[in-house]
């Protein structure tokens, strides 16, 4: 989707990477350079989107035999090797997804859709909110079910709670849901076999939509971009690029 030339685009990713690094933040978004090139054959990243895409087929088919199918197919790909055939990483894929299947079995609904990715312009506010839900569920004409399936050992619980914030907002833009709607918003951990439960009305999608808005002000408002050195350094594609994300306590010593 292409960003509207006068209104500011707000993504989760954008939004968590402002609040959690605004060096790395503006290394991404602001900077113009291209983005470090990035290994896809590791694990934890080949299982996750091959959890997520049989999850997407068997929402579409609704036949478990041929989804598993296709997550076989693309744990057999050359490039995804590190989960191929034999590996641990390959019997944790298929387990993490038979837990799918489980849940899958166990959601009741009228009809469902898959991967739902939409646009929420504001333009009075200059934002426009990029939103996208893995599941949508109508239970009743009154009540839908947003799911946002997850499969990491670690889940950022407020993270999650924007998430499924944003993809209410995605349900209801993309199902035209009237004010009357109301919205259980789901992040299920596949690996954990938890649930992170929202339960949200026409209201608290204005409200998300006001928090986009605020959040967005300040992103362009902002014109120093300081680094925040962490545990997640070693996972930030820009590291080679970002000296602090070295610094020691000795490094600060006497300061």
């Not at 030339?5 to 900077?31: D, E, G, N, V």
């Not at 009228?110 to 569920?137: F, H, I, K, M, Q």
């Not at 939509?209 to 902002?222: I, K, S, V, W």
């Amino acid at each position: 989707m292409s960003e509207s030339p006068s209104l500011f685009r707000i993504t989760p990713a954008k939004l968590r990477s402002f609040h959690t690094c605004m060096k790395q933040y503006w290394f991404r978004y602001l900077s113009g350079q291209s983005w470090p090139e990035r290994d896809d054959n590791e694990a934890p990243l080949v299982i996750g989107k091959a959890v997520h895409r049989a999850m997407h087929i068997l929402t579409q088919s609704q036949n478990e035999d041929v989804a598993r199918q296709q997550l076989d197919i693309y744990l057999r790909m050359p490039k995804h090797s590190c989960a191929a055939p034999g590996t641990e990483s390959y019997d944790e894929a298929r387990e993490l997804f038979e837990k799918g299947i489980q849940a899958h079995r166990s959601l009741d609904a009228e009809e469902s859709w898959a991967e739902r990715e939409t646009l929420a312009p504001w333009p009075s506010r200059g934002v426009e909110v990029s939103a996208r839900v893995d599941r949508v569920d109508r239970k009743t004409s009154s009540h839908y079910v947003v799911i946002d399936w997850k499969t990491g050992n670690y889940e950022d619980e407020d993270q999650t709670d924007i998430q499924l914030d944003i993809g209410h907002v995605a349900a209801r833009r993309t199902l035209r849901l009237g004010r009357e709607v109301h919205v259980t918003a789901i992040g299920w951990n596949l690996r954990k076999d938890e649930q992170r439960v929202r339960e949200l009305v026409r209201a608290d999608a204005q409200a998300t939509m006001e928090l986009m808005a605020a959040n967005a002000d300040r992103m362009q408002r902002t014109s120093e971009f300081p680094a925040t050195p962490g545990p997640a350094c070693k996972f930030c594609d820009w590291r080679s690029q970002c000296p602090e994300s070295d610094v020691t306590w000795d490094d600060n010593e006497g300061s």
